[in-house]
């Protein structure tokens, strides 16, 4: 296979539309490298730059935190290059300015995951310093108290944000009484409650190698990133500890929420249930999204709502597929006055294409757009990274990136328009609605007197 360099996909955008459209990009040359300990990482091993990028996950995130310690990953991701080791939090971050490595952790429902970059006379120290972080992190009072203030402060901040209220009462109707409705950041009263052993039991209890998933891009050999990853990962615990998260259906299908709130503007937020991201009609619906909110200036939504009466200033769609839910999920911004007929034809085209399809010219361009801007997700190598990282955490098999364009080529009108009537239902959208909306049904309204 061609291998593609790091130096050759960092070009300009324009030069990146050009060479990615409509021709499906170069392969990428990808090793499956299993180190003497049985750690397994992907590589792509490039030589171009003295940079390597490393991206990792472990399968558990938020949504495995305790209802009344709501927050708990997302503090943990904020603690763990706080200080390591024999190294206070000053120490340790002084350490990474010093060598210029960056090192990185964040938490999503389902995972929890960080990242290194260092140049590769770092490695070294890099990868030490990143094993200190995962298994002997401090969590010293200082630190702890001062990153606790920190989230507590940025959630009272959030308060009165439009979005925030928005996502969070769409959740809580979506998924009532499920881990999906925590608030990721978790809230005042739970991030209080969190104490230094539930940060370390959470370490004790996620972190292990059993479903750790790594990749690795960059300046390195297969040879010595098993001696890296064996001293980075191999001494964590053999298997984190077993839990289960619900299936869960989308509930509240068919509401409009309105949360009132003094705005000159509404946020909107609307879904429904969507597709599992192994469904066998996964590619159709993401094309079909492409053709509806997906494709952000050649979408229909766009088209109706934003070009042709100028009725918001933004206005999208996406699929969301997660490991115990999944939701085909949209969104708007626009004036007060505007919003009930946003709305309605929100719906009007989840109805029409449902009813009458898409056209062939509509599926050309969607595939050709999505074919051709696929290549723009590698213009770096730590992008390329977490693809290997998302590949593997949904096993689509080692070869999916240079094979992905192909199956988005292969769907048919007759597979888009079939899934737009089995899944696409105008009147299960759940809508949230936060501002001050004019002549609106509301089947629940929350007052915001923030």
Not at 46 to 68: C, K, N, Y
Not at 269 to 279: A, V
Request: glycine share 8%; with cysteine.
């Amino acid at each position: 296979m061609t291998r593609i360099t790091l130096r050759s996909m960092v070009v300009p955008v324009f030069a990146c539309l050009v060479a990615f459209a409509p021709v499906s990009a170069k392969a990428i040359d990808i090793e499956r490298v299993i180190s003497d300990d049985g750690v397994e990482s992907w590589l792509v091993e490039d030589h171009s730059l003295p940079i390597i990028s490393v991206r990792f996950l472990f399968p558990g995130g938020a949504a495995t935190d305790p209802e009344d310690r709501a927050g708990l990953a997302n503090m943990v991701s904020g603690l763990l290059d706080e200080g390591a080791g024999a190294l206070d939090s000053q120490t340790f971050q002084r350490r990474l300015s010093d060598e210029s490595i960056s090192i990185s952790f964040s938490a999503s429902r389902d995972n929890f995951g960080g990242s290194l970059k260092a140049l590769t006379r770092n490695r070294d120290e890099a990868f030490d310093l990143l094993r200190l972080a995962l298994t002997e992190p401090r969590f010293d009072t200082d630190a702890v108290e001062r990153i606790r203030s920190q989230i507590l402060s940025g959630i009272a901040a959030r308060t009165n944000d439009p979005d925030t209220i928005a996502q969070r009462v769409f959740w809580e109707a979506t998924f009532p009484g499920h881990p999906y409705a925590r608030q990721l950041r978790g809230t005042a009263e739970s991030v209080a409650a969190i104490t230094e052993d539930d940060l370390r039991t959470f370490v004790t209890r996620r972190l292990a190698r059993n479903e750790l998933i790594v990749g690795v891009v960059g300046d390195i050999t297969a040879n010595e990133l098993k001696v890296l990853l064996d001293k980075t990962f191999g001494v964590l615990p053999e298997r984190s500890e077993a839990f289960t998260i619900p299936k869960a259906e989308p509930a509240a299908a068919g509401e409009v929420i309105v949360v009132q709130k003094n705005n000159p503007q509404s946020r909107v937020l609307f879904g429904q249930k969507g597709l599992y991201r192994d469904d066998p009609e996964y590619y159709a619906a993401l094309v079909l999204n492409h053709i509806l909110g997906g494709g952000t200036f050649t979408s229909r939504l766009y088209e109706e709502i934003r070009e042709k009466r100028g009725l918001a200033y933004s206005v999208f769609s996406y699929l969301l597929p997660m490991d115990s839910a999944a939701l085909w999920l949209g969104g708007a911004g626009t004036e007060n006055s505007a919003v009930s007929v946003s709305i309605e034809l929100v719906r009007n085209q989840w109805a029409n294409i449902r009813a009458f399809g898409v056209t062939q010219d509509e599926l050309d361009k969607a595939k050709a757009n999505l074919i051709g801007s696929f290549g723009l997700r590698f213009d770096n190598s730590s992008a390329i990274a977490g693809m290997l990282v998302a590949v593997q955490r949904r096993d689509l098999g080692i070869e999916y990136i240079n094979e992905r364009n192909a199956l988005i080529e292969q769907v048919t009108l007759e597979d888009v328009n079939g899934v737009a009537k089995r899944i696409l239902d105008p009147d299960a959208l759940t809508v949230v609605v936060v501002g001050d909306p004019e002549n609106i049904k509301a089947t629940r309204t929350i007052r915001d007197d923030g």
